[in-house]
């Protein structure tokens, strides 16, 4: 069944601020949406129902039962079956629109790897979880002139900021440095999806303003809300603070990687191995790996199960254990049944 373009996009091109004319954009447009947890599957699943021409999901990690609450571009079968999030979401989102192009790239957004990644997006998107990733995606932006949309949600608390590099502030001038002491996240307080969905709507329709380039609608603040405390913030993020380390000196230290870790926590009692390229067998791995536990494995994971470990390897050799927060105990798991 081929849909008819303009029957399909019919109540979106009726709205003014977008018509015949801003949808031809929509379908020309390149996005790259960096992770595909919850705020990645509401704004990747908005824009690909909006007609955004091509769409790159970038995603490290694989579909979890306790995603299911609020990551809407996964069913109870992804999560069987252990199915790596951008995988899925491609897969669900060619059943609603099979007229886009949905590129998955299941990986890790590393210093090494950001420019393949990135190249050519028009607009980079924020479904990520963790800062270290965001301020890697600003140092990017800035460097190359790509604006990125920030958003974070985390129990019932949202926040997000557009950056135009060279017009508005970025990240770093409002945040200079990661947030220090303990970091609240969705692992330890939790998260509504109703804050994820509300920010990633916001998200989404700042990123249509740019596509069709209504850059005058375009908003210039740092955009906070509760939803359970019934608070909602606004600061002034209209212009580079002076002397930003990113957009001001232009001192890149997130993409020129210093002193990154290969060994990462990740959040969920789990630690993520990710020290170079190695591309893995599942088949030979099966085999090797069977008299140590149990093991099952598709085309794009293994999973490997020794009490109380659970180790998921993906066809790079990247792998996240389960179990711990011991990075060296996650190494010597690693070391001892994948290989030093
Ligand atoms: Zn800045």
Same mark, same amino acid.
């Not at 069944?1 to 020309?28: C, N, P, T, V, W």
């Not at 909602?232 to 232009?250: D, F, L, V, Y």
């Given at each position: 069944?081929?849909?008819?373009?303009?029957?399909?996009?019919?109540?979106?091109?009726?709205?003014?601020?977008?018509?015949?004319?801003?949808?031809?954009?929509?379908?020309?447009?390149? !996005?790259?949406?960096?992770?595909?947890? +919850?705020? =990645? @599957?509401?704004? *990747?699943? &908005?824009?690909?129902?909006? #007609?955004?021409?091509?769409?790159?999901?970038?995603?490290?990690?694989?579909?979890?039962?306790?995603?299911?609450?609020?990551?809407?571009?996964?069913?109870?079968?992804?999560?069987?079956?252990?199915?790596?999030?951008?995988?899925?979401?491609?897969?669900?989102?060619?059943?609603?629109?099979?007229?886009?192009?949905?590129?998955?790239?299941?990986?890790?957004?590393?210093?090494?790897?950001?420019?393949?990644?990135?190249?050519?997006?028009?607009?980079?998107?924020?479904?990520?979880?963790?800062?270290?990733?965001?301020?890697?995606?600003?140092?990017?932006?800035?460097?190359?002139? !790509?604006?990125?949309?920030?958003?974070? +949600?985390? =129990? @019932?608390?949202? *926040?997000? &900021?557009?950056?135009?590099? #060279?017009?508005?502030?970025?990240?770093?001038?409002?945040?200079?440095?990661?947030?220090?002491?303990?970091?609240?996240?969705?692992?330890?307080?939790?998260?509504?999806?109703?804050?994820?969905?509300?920010?990633?709507?916001?998200?989404?329709?700042?990123?249509?303003?740019?596509?069709?380039?209504?850059?005058?609608?375009?908003?210039?603040?740092?955009?906070?809300?509760?939803?359970?405390?019934?608070?909602?913030?606004?600061?002034?993020?209209?212009?580079?603070?002076?002397?930003?380390?990113?957009?001001?000196?232009?001192?890149?230290?997130?993409?020129?990687?210093?002193?990154?870790?290969?060994?990462?926590?990740?959040?969920?009692?789990?630690?993520?191995?990710?020290?170079?390229?190695?591309?893995?067998?599942?088949?030979?791995?099966?085999?090797?790996?069977?008299?140590?536990?149990?093991?099952?494995?598709?085309?794009?994971?293994?999973?490997?199960?020794?009490?109380?470990?659970?180790?998921?390897?993906?066809?790079?050799?990247?792998?996240?254990?389960?179990?711990?927060?011991?990075?060296?105990?996650?190494?010597?798991?690693?070391?001892?049944?994948?290989?030093?």
């Amino acid at each position: 069944m081929s849909l008819d373009h303009d029957e399909r996009y019919s109540r979106q091109i009726l709205f003014r601020g977008i018509g015949a004319e801003g949808q031809k954009r929509l379908a020309a447009a390149r !996005v790259a949406v960096v992770g595909c947890g +919850a705020t =990645g @599957s509401a704004v *990747a699943s &908005l824009l690909a129902r909006a #007609g955004v021409g091509t769409i790159r999901i970038i995603d490290r990690d694989y579909v979890e039962p306790s995603n299911l609450q609020r990551q809407t571009l996964f069913d109870e079968s992804d999560a069987r079956e252990s199915l790596p999030k951008a995988i899925a979401a491609a897969r669900r989102i060619a059943a609603f629109n099979s007229q886009i192009l949905v590129e998955p790239q299941v990986a890790d957004l590393t210093p090494e790897n950001i420019e393949p990644l990135l190249q050519g997006a028009h607009l980079i998107l924020d479904g990520t979880d963790n800062f270290e990733t965001r301020y890697l995606v600003n140092d990017y932006a800035v460097k190359s002139g !790509v604006p990125w949309i920030y958003a974070a +949600a985390v =129990g @019932s608390y949202a *926040a997000t &900021l557009n950056v135009i590099p #060279g017009t508005t502030a970025c990240l770093a001038c409002l945040f200079p440095d990661s947030p220090t002491g303990i970091v609240e996240t969705c692992e330890t307080a939790g998260v509504l999806g109703s804050a994820v969905n509300l920010v990633a709507s916001v998200e989404t329709a700042e990123a249509l303003k740019f596509l069709v380039r209504a850059m005058e609608k375009i908003r210039h603040t740092l955009l906070s809300w509760d939803v359970w405390a019934n608070e909602c913030a606004e600061i002034q993020a209209s212009k580079p603070r002076p002397g930003c380390r990113a957009c001001g000196e232009r001192d890149f230290i997130h993409l020129e990687g210093e002193g990154r870790p290969h060994i990462t926590l990740c959040g969920r009692n789990s630690v993520q191995i990710h020290e170079r390229h190695r591309p893995v067998d599942f088949g030979e791995m099966s085999e090797r790996l069977k008299p140590h536990g149990t093991v099952r494995h598709n085309d794009f994971v293994l999973k490997f199960w020794r009490e109380p470990y659970e180790m998921t390897l993906f066809t790079d050799g990247r792998a996240i254990i389960k179990g711990t927060t011991d990075t060296g105990v996650a190494r010597s798991l690693y070391a001892r049944f994948v290989g030093s």
